[in-house]
């Protein structure tokens, strides 16, 4: 554990001005029971922080997230558990992207604040010593009147990356989308990403199971061409295979 770095230190430019009421926590349920719904359906690993309480308020029994513990112990340990899993060399990285992104966020308009998605990779470790790359999403899940975040919504997923990093912040009410130097320290403005109609055809596709052979078929075009095409689709999202790129665009609401 990185003893220079504290859950304090992440939790700092957090602002809350009005108590939050046991009574907000009951009027709340009915939205927190529908993730829960959906986690379970999808079979998705979500957790929702609550900056009120500084812990979680929900995590789901997806073994991605926990690391090897289970759910009582992720939720006993609270934020205390990014300390025990996330990588060393990852912690103060990720005490970076908390400031910037809080920092980003302050600088939006109050109506258009819970429409920003944070999106980084990074490395934690499992019970067993392994270590992997996981992509985390996160996004503002209730705002008090003031623009303050109570809770904020988590997303876990592989991540298609080797290395950790990749910070960005999506509009996603818009195509705006900027990224985060770590070495100026600033936010700046995203080239796009975009697939063509066909590329996304060709994904949808491969995600459906049709070979290369029979994706030339549907589509009427040559072999060659698919291939072709597949060769730019990993060039553009910056993936080793045509799986991977498949799961990016997928993850990323591409296709």
Partial sequence: MNKNILIDDFLKPVKLEQPITETDYINIQPQIESFIALARIANLSIFIVDYNKRDFLY???HPLFLCGY????VKKMGLEFYLKVVSEEDLSMLHKINKAGFDYYY????ETRGDLILSYDLKIRHLNSHKYIINNKITPFVITKEGHIW???GLVTLSTRENSGSVY??????????EY???TKRWKPSLSVSLTERERNI???TAQGYTQKEIAIELFIDESTVKYHKTNILNKLGVVNIMEAVYFATVNSMI
Wanted: glycine share 0%; proline share 3%.
């Fill in 169 to 178: 912040i999506q509009h996603i009410n818009s195509s705006k989308r900027i």
């Fill in 107 to 110: 600088t939006q308009p109050l």
């Fill in 70 to 73: 289970d759910r009582e112990e």
């Fill in 203 to 205: 994904l949808q596709l």
């Fill in 59 to 61: 995590v789901s029994s």
């Fill in 151 to 153: 809770l904020s919504l």
């Fill in 181 to 183: 130097s770590f070495e």
